[in-house]
């Protein structure tokens, strides 16, 4: 399954040497996200940014995508709905590395909500660390098997609203112990009062920590 949507070249003008792929939340699209890009840019004028719509239709809204499923938000198939959608998500990965002639180090993920879900899953299981992982009003989804499976350790910033009203303040703290448990360098921004949602503070971190893992 090929993954497609929205994407920005660099604000250099020149070929991309480093690239961004952001991952929007349930119900959403790619266009829900490449609005970061814009922010983004003049700190990263040689990075590329692509936004792609989740593999699926949307079955809770008449419109938009999503990664998996959550009509049955048992953990058990929230498990295996990330599963299912981790080798699309791996080969759009691999195709966009391919496509501007990047190494994984050159690439990093932003995720929100389930295309954090996403990030955390898919990352620390490809054969090459990404440059680094942002992730969004997320949680790690894991039934333990990512103690056996780990590969990769990208650094990852992780940020969450203490109001959110959708994924629960708490799973910043348990997803940031379970990957630093797996020497997963993590940072984490708790932003005051928020939701579901991204505030400036969480835009600025973002921009920065990408900085700091996409240098040219």
Same mark, same amino acid.
């Not at 448990?181 to 991204?198: F, K, M, Q, R």
């Given at each position: 399954?090929?993954?497609?949507?929205?994407?920005?070249?660099?604000?250099?003008?020149?070929?991309?040497?480093?690239?961004?792929?952001?991952?929007?939340?349930?119900?959403?699209?790619?266009? @829900?996200?490449?609005?970061?890009?814009?922010?983004?840019?003049?700190?990263?004028?040689?990075?590329?940014?692509?936004?792609?719509?989740?593999?699926?239709?949307?079955?809770?809204?008449?419109?938009?995508?999503?990664?998996?499923?959550?009509?049955?938000?048992?953990?058990?198939?929230?498990?295996?709905?990330?599963?299912?959608?981790?080798?699309?998500?791996?080969?759009?990965?691999?195709?966009?590395?391919?496509?501007?002639?990047?190494?994984?180090?050159?690439?990093?993920?932003?995720?929100?909500?389930?295309?954090?879900?996403?990030?955390?899953?898919?990352?620390?299981?490809?054969?090459?660390?990404?440059?680094?992982?942002?992730?969004?009003?997320?949680?790690?989804? @894991?039934?333990?098997?990512?103690?056996?499976?780990?590969?990769?350790?990208?650094?990852?910033?992780?940020?969450?609203?203490?109001?959110?009203?959708?994924?629960?303040?708490?799973?910043?703290?348990?997803?940031?112990?379970?990957?630093?448990?797996?020497?997963?360098?993590?940072?984490?921004?708790?932003?005051?009062?928020?939701?579901?949602?991204?505030?400036?503070?969480?835009?600025?971190?973002?921009?920065?920590?990408?900085?700091?893992?996409?240098?040219?």
């Amino acid at each position: 399954m090929q993954l497609s949507g929205p994407s920005l070249p660099p604000a250099d003008g020149k070929p991309a040497r480093g690239l961004v792929i952001l991952l929007h939340g349930l119900g959403a699209d790619g266009n @829900d996200l490449i609005g970061l890009a814009p922010h983004w840019a003049p700190l990263l004028p040689h990075v590329a940014f692509v936004s792609p719509n989740a593999p699926y239709p949307c079955d809770m809204a008449p419109y938009g995508y999503q990664w998996f499923s959550l009509q049955d938000r048992t953990p058990a198939r929230v498990i295996a709905g990330v599963q299912a959608a981790a080798p699309i998500l791996d080969g759009f990965i691999d195709q966009q590395m391919a496509d501007h002639g990047l190494a994984a180090n050159q690439v990093a993920l932003v995720g929100f909500s389930q295309g954090t879900m996403m990030s955390l899953s898919v990352a620390p299981r490809r054969s090459h660390a990404l440059a680094g992982v942002v992730g969004y009003s997320g949680r790690l989804v @894991d039934d333990g098997s990512l103690a056996t499976q780990i590969t990769a350790r990208p650094p990852m910033l992780l940020v969450h609203g203490t109001q959110d009203e959708i994924v629960p303040y708490q799973s910043l703290e348990m997803s940031a112990q379970a990957l630093t448990a797996l020497d997963v360098p993590v940072e984490t921004l708790s932003c005051p009062g928020l939701g579901h949602g991204i505030d400036p503070a969480g835009l600025q971190a973002g921009g920065a920590f990408l900085q700091k893992v996409l240098t040219a």
